[in-house]
């Protein structure tokens, strides 16, 4: 079973979100419909801009610690150099 670590943000430059989940689709779903009355809710923090795979929840729930530990720019530059057009990933899930 797979496991990802996500950013979210609201816009191109705008607030970010980081995440784990096990389910990514069913997550988003939720983020999406604002399920939760948490901070993505509250900020509109919706577009998929980024993700990874990983082996293990833990894996998952490490990277994501380690992220939310970084500064902005590096986080930016996470995106930028797999995302440069910040596209909402979440359609090419299903494909």
Same mark, same amino acid.
């Given at each position: !079973?797979?496991?990802? =670590?996500? &950013? $979210?943000? /609201?816009?191109? @430059?705008?607030? &970010?979100?980081? +995440?784990? =989940? #096990? #389910?990514?689709?069913? *997550? &988003?779903?939720?983020?999406?419909?604002? =399920?939760?009355?948490?901070? /993505?809710?509250?900020?509109?923090? =919706?577009?998929?801009?980024?993700?990874?795979?990983?082996? /293990? %929840?833990? +894996?998952?729930?490490?990277?994501?610690?380690?992220?939310?530990?970084?500064? *902005?720019?590096?986080?930016? %530059?996470?995106?930028?150099? +797999?995302?440069?057009?910040?596209?909402? &990933?979440?359609? !090419? $899930? @299903?494909?």
């Amino acid at each position: !079973m797979p496991f990802f =670590t996500y &950013l $979210l943000a /609201s816009d191109r @430059n705008g607030t &970010l979100y980081c +995440g784990h =989940t #096990d #389910d990514l689709a069913e *997550r &988003l779903e939720q983020h999406r419909t604002k =399920t939760f009355k948490g901070f /993505s809710a509250r900020y509109d923090v =919706t577009r998929l801009v980024w993700y990874e795979v990983h082996d /293990s %929840r833990e +894996g998952a729930f490490l990277r994501e610690r380690q992220i939310k530990k970084w500064n *902005r720019a590096w986080k930016l %530059r996470l995106i930028e150099a +797999g995302n440069p057009q910040w596209l909402d &990933l979440y359609d !090419m $899930l @299903n494909q």
